[in-house]
């Protein structure tokens, strides 16, 4: 069974930082694209930053400059480090992957639980 397994998250004050790990775990072959969406209350889900295995990443606009994304490719983890958190940036926060079971298996998408990242004061 294919687990997305998520870690930190937390309150900060504007203008703090905060970082979020994923790993996944279980039986399976590759893992493809990983990420991280989030959703706040009332909005839709939407991508903050995605990372395939070859390290090219994708940011949000509305978090460029302050959100960094990194992979280990051998533990299946990605890390989410925050800074300059803002109260927008207020949201569940849920892990994603592609992840292929067989060789050739074109991969199913998996999503963690969600984690609350909350910058206020």
């Known amino acids: 069974q294919v687990r997305l397994v998520e870690s930190g998250g937390g309150l900060v004050q504007p203008g703090g930082s905060l970082r979020v790990s994923c790993a996944a775990s279980g039986s399976f072959f590759s893992v493809k694209v990983m990420g991280w969406y989030r959703q706040a209350p009332g909005k839709q889900r939407e991508l903050v930053a995605s990372?395939?295995?070859?390290?090219?990443?994708h940011y949000a606009d509305s978090v460029k400059g302050r959100f960094t994304i990194s992979r280990d490719n051998p533990k299946n983890t990605i890390i989410l480090q925050m800074d300059s958190l803002q109260p927008e940036d207020t949201a569940v926060y849920y892990c994603y992957a592609k992840i292929g079971i067989a060789e050739y298996d074109r991969g199913d998408d998996y999503w963690g639980q969600g984690t609350q990242v909350t910058a206020s004061s």
């Open positions: 990372i395939l295995p070859s390290m090219t990443t």
